[in-house]
């Protein structure tokens, strides 16, 4: 079946920095990327919609200059937390969705751990 | 706005007992419905889905069906393995297809004992 990968797996940084997560689809492409996170118990939360070539669209709440998200070709979505402080931590998961004909469905990523300390 | 409630985990069973996960939803329209399974350190990944009412999402010996009567799509299984352990997922779109977002519940663990 279809593979998206993302990277890193996990990631500890200190207060301030900035992060880079990638999400790849690796074996279709994807006009659309998404960008979901989840804490502990509780349900994935859907962060943005990424759209290849043009700007992605944020779910009510989203910081977008917080959280910069990138679709630079129909492979690769990456999310960038800005200035991470301490409630960033979470778990980050990307999904990609792949199109045949009328049907699409959406393949997930393993996810990557945030830890900022 | 739309939400999807799952009965809380983890649930515990011993291999061959038959499993229920309970899930309901709210939603303002005729939403498809899914189970999604994310086994240890991978992602997720579609279990089965129903696209409308009365409709039954089946796959690997799950089983699910659309109740509009009392909005659930509660998931069962009539024998699990210790294979089956995983997070289980339930979700729904407004508009699949169509691009619409999935919402999905809190998931629910489950872990099959030998």
């Known amino acids: 079946g279809a593979v998206v990968s993302q990277h890193p797996s996990w990631v500890i940084c200190k207060s301030g920095t900035s992060v880079k997560i990638e999400c790849r689809s690796l074996?279709?492409?994807?006009?659309?990327m998404f960008w979901y996170r989840q804490f502990p118990k509780q349900s994935l939360m859907l962060m943005a919609t990424?759209?290849?070539?043009?700007?992605?669209?944020?779910e009510q709440g989203v910081e977008k200059d917080k959280f910069l998200i990138n679709h630079a070709s129909l492979t690769l979505s990456t999310l960038t937390v800005t200035s991470a402080h301490p409630e960033d931590s979470s778990f980050y998961i990307c999904?990609?969705?792949?199109?045949?004909?009328?049907?699409?469905?959406?393949?997930f990523g393993p996810g990557t751990r945030l830890l900022v300390l | 706005g739309d939400s999807v409630t799952q009965m809380e985990g983890p649930v515990t069973l011993s291999e061959e007992a038959f499993l229920t996960i309970n899930c309901t939803y709210t939603?303002?329209?005729?939403?498809?419905l899914f189970w999604y399974v994310q086994y240890p350190g991978e992602g997720l990944q579609l279990l089965l889905k129903?696209?409308?009412?009365?409709d039954k999402g089946s796959n690997k010996g799950f089983e699910a069906t659309y109740r509009k009567e009392t909005t659930s799509f509660h998931l069962e299984k009539g024998s699990v393995q210790v294979s089956d352990s995983a997070v289980y997922f339930c979700?729904?779109?407004?508009?699949?297809?169509?691009?619409?977002?999935?919402?999905f519940g809190q998931g629910t663990e489950l872990s099959v004992k030998p």
């Open positions: 939603a303002t329209g005729y939403p498809s």
């Open positions: 979700a729904l779109s407004e508009a699949y297809n169509q691009g619409g977002k999935l919402i």
């Open positions: 999904s990609a969705r792949r199109e045949a004909g009328r049907q699409e469905t959406q393949y």
């Open positions: 990424s759209n290849e070539g043009s700007k992605a669209t944020y």
């Open positions: 074996d279709f492409q994807a006009t659309t």
């Open positions: 129903a696209t409308k009412a009365d």
